[in-house]
């Protein structure tokens, strides 16, 4: 869009943070404005519901670190990846597994 209609006259000679915010704003509160939900969605505040997911900025598009839906993590990175190490799952404690044996744990793969 920069090459159609020119620099911004907000913005600095080297960058076009303006444009992205505009663009940033077209697709997230402008919408919630003009269905009348803005005070509800729409930007990321406190009170607000948010959907949001957060990556490593080196792995940005592929590989998120962490989904939290509703205030709440959704999924998350846990254990390890490539299953190098004999519990590549996170390990938990279930009550239930007590009854059977003092010792027995049970991961999140049987659970």
């Known amino acids: 869009m920069k090459l159609f209609r020119g620099p911004l006259d907000i913005d600095g000679s080297d960058n076009d943070n303006f444009r992205i915010k505009r663009y940033i704003a077209k697709y997230t509160i402008n919408p919630a404005i003009a269905n009348g939900i803005s005070q509800f969605v729409g930007s990321v505040e406190v009170g607000k519901l948010a ?8 792995f940005f598009g592929a590989k998120p670190e962490m989904v939290i839906k509703g205030g709440v993590i959704a999924w998350s990175n846990m254990g390890d990846p490539n299953a190098s190490i004999p519990t590549p799952e996170p390990v938990t404690f279930y009550i239930g597994t007590l009854f059977y044996s003092q010792f027995l744990l049970v991961t999140s793969y049987w659970a």
């Open 51 to 58: 959907d949001l997911v957060v990556w490593k900025p080196s």
